[in-house]
C-alpha cells in the first residue's frame, strides 16, 4: 500500500522555536509539495519540489523554508514559529503528471 | 481572487442525493478532482475528469463538466451518513489548486 508519511499528527512548539515538519513518500515520485490547512481558506501552497535539491515557492512562503536531500524526503521548516503559523500542514507527492497522494496531516499548535 | 470556488457547506438528508459545484478560472487546465476529507484525516481523491470529458460516472458518484462556464459540480447519489465530510474541488496545471472546500453534513 503505498504512502505518504509525515512524522508527527500533533504539535505544540512555542514562539520562535525553530520547527521541522517531515514527510516521507514510498512511491518514488519525482514532485513533492507542502501544504496549510486553514477553516474557509481551503488549502494554500508553501513550497513544492520537482526533484532532488530543487524547491519552488508557492503562494505563501513567507516564514517558510524547504529542504528535499533524499527523494523519498521533503522537510518543511519553521526558522522561528510565530502564533500564526498554527495550522494543519499537508505533504502532498505526485509522479509528473500524475495524481496527487496526501499524508494525513501535522496539526502544528504554536503557543 | 479565488482560481477555485465552492460553496462553504451543504446539509442533506440520508437517502437524498447531493450535489457539490465548483467554478475555476484556468481553462487550461487538464485535469480537475474531487477529493474528500474526512475529520483528522488528510485528503483522499475520490474521482476526477480529464478536461476533454463532460461527464464521468463511478458507481455513486457523478461529475459534470462545463468546460464553457469552467463549472465543475459531483452529485453523491442516497447520500450515506459515511459521506459526511469535506469535498475539495481541485484544477491541475503544473501545480494543483484547491477550492476552500464543501463540508457536507448528512442527517438520519
Known sequence: DVKVTQSSRYLVKRTGEKVFLECVQDMDHENMFWYRQDPGLGLRLIYFSYDVKMKEKGDIPEGYSVSREKKERFSLILESASTNQTSMYLCASRRSGGGYTFGSGTRLTVV | ?108
Not at chain 2, 57 to 78: C, E, F, G
Not at chain 2, 88 to 103: I, K, P, Q, W
Open chain 2, 1 to 108: 481572487g479565488e482560481d477555485v470556488e465552492q460553496s462553504l457547506f451543504l446539509s442533506v438528508r440520508e437517502g437524498d442525493s447531493s450535489v457539490i459545484n465548483c467554478t475555476y478560472t484556468d481553462s487550461s487546465s487538464t485535469y480537475l478532482y474531487w477529493y474528500k476529507q474526512e475529520p483528522g484525516a488528510g485528503l483522499q481523491l475520490l474521482t476526477y475528469i480529464f478536461s476533454n470529458m463532460d461527464m464521468k460516472q463511478d458507481q455513486r458518484l457523478t461529475v459534470l463538466l462545463n468546460k464553457k462556464d469552467k463549472h465543475l459540480s459531483l452529485r453523491i447519489a442516497d447520500t450515506q451518513t459515511g459521506d459526511s465530510a469535506i469535498y475539495f474541488c481541485a484544477e491541475s496545471r503544473n501545480d494543483m489548486r484547491f477550492g476552500a472546500g464543501t463540508r457536507l453534513t448528512v442527517k438520519p
